[in-house]
């Protein structure tokens, strides 16, 4: 199987990305509980069974996998991703490397080929994704499975902007064409499909899941949840490192107000709960 180049933009914007995402992790993973429980029991995870996690962020599946016996591995592209991953569950190995083109199973540090391959949305910033996901069938074993969770449209997913607006306003962000790398890269289940198959994977199922993102955290209302994640995104880094030098602190404070009247604007019985339109992912290796 010809390699493809590795994933430098990822690797770049990951890395300068992933301070924010780990310092939210416990806002994260208690907005995703139910796509994290969705991959989970697609999975079917158990013991004996040899794991991995792709792009495995700060290692919510990880530790899940973990907790059921399994011998996990969890790669990640950001150095700042993998150590917060391995800090967090010392029970599995974790490695940087770019899932795309690096042998996984010398990531692994060898042994048998995965039984099974998770990810709650760490696999739609390929830039080559069916070579990615051959390259992840080849560390599989025969029969293995594969479960991950990927964002349906950003016109479904208002997770995407909710926040945004008033940053918006005074900053362009590029939307990125159709199927390029990015959170919905893997949208169209058609195209998802051919990549899947075109890799060597069967039995491809593609399955929508319709969950509800809840910010509202220990008892709050769920708004400078919101805000928080809203900053430590793509548009949020944009924003703060364009407009923060230049602007006075009482009106980068007024704009960010402005940011939490939108978020207030969309809560449900007092906390901020986002619809989220997610496709569930299985095939078999």
Request: glycine content about 12%.
């Amino acid at each position: 199987m010809a390699m493809a180049e590795p994933n430098e933009e990822m690797r770049r914007g990951w890395a300068e990305s992933a301070s924010g995402w780990v310092a939210n992790e416990r806002i994260v993973d208690h907005a995703f509980v139910p796509v994290t429980g969705a991959v989970l029991e697609a999975a079917q995870l158990g013991p004996t069974l040899r794991v991995l996690d792709v792009g495995c962020g700060s290692g919510t599946l990880l530790a899940a996998a973990v907790e059921r016996g399994a011998d996990a591995v969890g790669v990640d592209i950001a150095p700042g991703m993998a150590e917060a991953a391995q800090a967090r569950v010392p029970g599995a190995l974790v490695a940087v490397g770019d899932a795309q083109t690096d042998d996984l199973l010398a990531l692994a540090g060898g042994g048998p080929a995965f039984d099974r391959v998770v990810s709650r949305f760490g696999v739609m910033f390929f830039s080559d994704p069916t070579a990615a996901f051959g390259n992840i069938r080849a560390a599989t074993s025969p029969g293995g499975r594969l479960a991950a969770a990927v964002w349906r449209s950003a016109e479904e997913n208002p997770v995407f902007t909710l926040g945004s607006g008033p940053l918006l306003e005074r900053i362009e962000v590029p939307s990125p064409a159709p199927g390029a790398p990015g959170p919905t890269a893997l949208a169209d289940p058609t195209r998802t499909r051919g990549v899947l198959e075109g890799a060597g994977w069967t039995a491809v199922e593609i399955s929508p899941l319709d969950v509800t993102l809840d910010y509202g955290l220990d008892g709050s209302d769920g708004v400078e949840e919101r805000l928080a994640v809203t900053l430590a995104s793509g548009t949020g880094r944009i924003a703060t490192a364009q407009l923060r030098p230049r602007m006075p602190d009482a009106e980068w404070a007024a704009l960010l107000e402005a940011a939490r009247e939108e978020i207030r604007a969309a809560r449900v019985d007092g906390v901020v709960r986002i619809p989220g339109a997610v496709w569930v992912v299985t095939a078999t290796a």
